[in-house]
């Protein structure tokens, strides 16, 4: 059996949902994928007694915990002070900690406030987890059944603290044999599409089926224990991706590179030594920021106005044939330009639309290869930015499809 896990996150910021919590979220990534079984989510605010008692629960009913934030400075970061208190530890100062706080400071040539003495202050036995980007240095220690680690709340000190000192004592801690995950991406399939077209696979009962939305695809995941036979997961993922066709764009976890959608759409490009020139309305410009700093993206445009675009390449853009008119642009582009490929993306809606979250805006995309036109439609609702992401992904998603030899 994994050993067990639980996280603990720490601040007023974090419980009034000032703050999202994305330290969790990333921590149970990464520890998860370890081996470990993450069994609570906690999150307490700035008060002392709350903390002393979650502390103490957590000490006899997991066998690692992972503490984020109130290492601060400031009189409501507690939890050196709290974990003293819940295990009957003094306070003790570390001069190291401290010279490495006041060495911060001076190299930013910036003098060190008092208050700051406070973070060099630890409780009894713990094991000091330095922290060369911030002041505030993290902390370890076994208190009954649980080994606790304490670390900053700030994301970048975090992992920074995590990836470097705490993955690897807890791989020399623990014994762990990590579960194999298999997620299988898609663009275009909802959740509950999913569901039913998946739905006459059987599923052993030890192997967890899960769903994840998110802005840029929608995955099904695939936990298996640790010793699951190869074969039978190699078998039970590749039916569920048969199952859900051509949405899927990549598999991650069964020994090949994955990746998100740009990742895929670049190394097929790349495979092919192909080129592309992009013209870009609703997605406005995000299509080519995803694809930031890749050779083979040779021309971009973006036009707000539809209208303008056909004007300054002296065609006429016609509301009512929205294809015929992207087939033109296409064409046009690929008389003086150098690329291999002309990917162009117009849409119908006015600004009233496209603002709208309750109205549609119908996506026309083409790609002109040397084999000729390739074409999807796409109705996209939701708010402004949930449009112009769609638009560019769908827009990708048709160059992926052409390129993975799929339907359109």
Sequence with gaps: MNPTLEIFSQGEE???????????????????????????????????????????EIS???????????????SDDLTSDAVAKAFDLPLEFDNIAFEQIKRFFTLRNRTMPESNRKQAMFPKGAERIDNAWGTAPGFSLQAGRCWFA?????PTEMRHLFLESIQPTLASRFVL???KLVTIKTLGIGESAIQQCIGAIEIPPQVQLGFRAGSDDVQTKLLFPHDYPEAAVNSLASKV????????????????????????????????????????????????AKCI??????????????????QKLAIDVNADDLMASAQAIAAEIDKTGDADFVLVQLYAGDKQTFHDKDQAIILYNTLLTRDGFHQTTHSVVGPIKRKQNQAALLALDLLRRYLQHKEL
Excluded at 32 to 52: E, P
Excluded at 150 to 154: E, H, L, N, S
Excluded at 244 to 272: H, S, W
Excluded at 274 to 279: K, S
Aim: with cysteine; glycine share 12%.
């Design 60 to 74: 006899v009913r997991a066998d690692c915990c992972i503490c984020t934030g109130g290492l601060g400075p400031t």
């Design 177 to 179: 044999r990590p579960n």
């Design 241 to 288: 991706a048969a199952e859900l066709g051509d949405p899927v764009f990549a598999i991650d976890g069964l020994g090949q590179v994955g990746g998100d959608l740009v990742f895929t759409v670049d190394q097929l490009m790349t495979a092919g030594k192909h080129t592309l020139a992009v013209v870009e309305t609703a997605s406005q410009g995000l299509l080519a």
């Design 293 to 310: 700093g890749l050779p083979w993206l040779l021309e971009t445009r973006f036009e707000q106005s539809q209208q303008r675009l056909g």
């Design 150 to 154: 304490f670390v900053p709340g700030v």
């Design 14 to 56: 974090v419980v009034t949902g000032q703050t999202v919590d994305t330290n969790a979220a990333w921590l149970s990534e990464q520890v998860v994928t370890m081996g470990f079984t993450v069994t609570r989510h906690t999150a307490v605010g700035d008060k002392l007694n709350d903390l002393i008692a979650l502390l103490r």
